[in-house]
């Protein structure tokens, strides 16, 4: 019997092929390290199940668009399958998988009780009106509703979602079971069952690894953040919050720079009202690409898969790098950081603050109690905290990388998981 493992060699390689490769390549390395069989690896490296499927869309006008939606589940060895739906018109299903099959290592890594999963709509949700969104979401849920459930895969925000995608979402789940299920989405509103300290969740776990990652005082450490979007945007802010000076920011707008540091604050208000960083006041504006070569000692990549990669990680300068998109860097550029002495705080740890507050958030759902802020906060800063001591002390003791590091934890736990519960039937 021959069991499907993704090719690696695809005839078309697009952004979303290539996330994919990234994400088996750290998993071979891992598997290598764990001196894993070929059978558990093959699981490993193949989603549980993956459901594409399209997405009628009524628009404005009276045409009918009709675009692709996906929804994968990599694993559920270890609990509910747990990942974020992602708007965005370049996603495809290799891409989709990548990210849910980073997200089973993240939640393994951080000890939450969750398998990993991801959705996506191959759509600019830019170019759709609220009404024409609200539809796409709802059908989009429809098309998905066997597979979710707050016992069988919850969903979340990611690109081009946000609260009220996640309220959309939650109450089609809802008209449908004849009740109110909180449960089965989380990054709600908080009239919804929404958590404290979940919007800023992400970012705030950025901020969490950074400063255990500098290991010294953050005051005046320079930092340049490439994403102004919902994780990038409070990443600037608490880690200026946190002492540190923020001096060049970049979103698909454009990127600046000020060289004394940048009033984020306002920098927010700005591209709040005006729909991006571009042309602020303040500050220099800078071309887009230069903002990840900055001469500054922390470098934090905030927006998409594949930003740092052979071509430019030669010339990056930032000695800390603390990924807060999935997937940002490259293996190819992993290898050469890593023989220029970058640290790099991996995506799967340094941008684990989101599922976790997730989790918080669905385990206040099941019990129908709501935790204070404070309570919130102190239990994402244990999780964090923990699971970054947990890899840097495995990379010293082992001689890897910290990506690796938390690749050999996360993988290590679920092949456990699959091990201890055996092959049905
Ligand atoms: N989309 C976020 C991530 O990639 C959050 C996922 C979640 O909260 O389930 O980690």
């Known amino acids: 019997m021959s069991i499907m493992v993704p090719s690696r060699t695809p005839a078309l390689i697009t952004p979303g092929r290539q996330a994919l490769d990234s994400a088996l390549h750290q998993l071979d390395q891992a598997a290598e390290h764990l001196g894993l069989d070929h059978g558990l690896r093959t699981v490993l490296a193949t989603p549980r199940r993956s459901l594409t499927v399209s997405v009628p869309v009524r628009r404005e006008d009276g045409r009918l668009d009709v675009v692709q939606g ?48 991801k959705g996506g709509v191959a759509v600019d949700p830019a170019g759709l009106t609220t009404r024409e969104l609200e539809r796409l979401t709802r059908r989009y849920v429809n098309e998905i509703l066997p597979l979710i459930g707050p016992e069988k895969d919850i969903p979340a925000p990611d690109v081009g979602t946000d609260e009220q995608t996640m309220a959309w979402i939650m109450d089609t789940y809802s008209v449908s079971a004849g009740y109110s299920v ?35 005082s953050p005051e005046g450490v320079t930092v340049a953040v490439q994403g102004f979007g919902k994780v990038g945007a409070l990443a600037a802010q608490y880690l200026a919050d946190a002492g540190c000076k923020v001096v060049a920011v970049s979103d698909i707008t454009g990127a600046v720079y000020a060289r004394g540091g940048l009033d984020i604050a306002g920098l927010r208000t700005w591209a709040a009202e005006r729909g991006g960083v571009h042309g602020y006041r303040h500050a220099d504006a800078m071309p887009l690409d230069d903002l990840l070569e900055l001469d500054v000692d922390v470098l934090v990549p905030a927006a998409l898969e594949g930003a740092i990669t052979e071509a430019n990680a030669p010339r990056i300068r930032a000695r800390l790098i603390v990924e807060g998109a999935n997937g940002p860097t490259t293996p190819e550029a992993d290898e050469i950081l890593a023989a220029n002495g970058t640290v790099v705080v991996p995506d799967i740890l340094a941008n684990a603050g989101g599922v976790i507050v997730s989790y918080l958030e669905w385990v206040q759902n099941m019990q129908a109690y709501s935790w204070s802020s404070g309570e919130v906060e102190l239990k994402l800063r244990d999780l964090m905290e923990s699971a970054f001591s947990e890899v840097k002390s495995l990379a010293a003791a082992r001689g890897l990388t910290l990506r690796q590091a938390a690749h050999v934890i996360g993988v290590g736990r679920v092949a456990e998981a699959h091990q201890m519960r055996g092959l049905y039937p």
């Open 182 to 216: 909180p449960g089965v989405v989380t990054g709600k509103p908080m009239t919804l069952g929404g958590s404290l300290g979940r919007s800023g969740a992400t970012s705030r776990g950025v901020q969490i690894a950074t400063l255990a990652a500098l290991g010294r």
């Open 70 to 117: 996906f929804r994968v589940q990599h694993n559920v060895s270890r609990g509910p399958a747990k990942g974020g739906i992602r708007f965005h018109p370049g996603t495809d299903i290799h891409e989709v998988t990548a990210l849910a099959m980073w997200m089973t290592w993240k939640c393994a890594l951080v000890g939450i009780p969750y398998g990993g999963a």
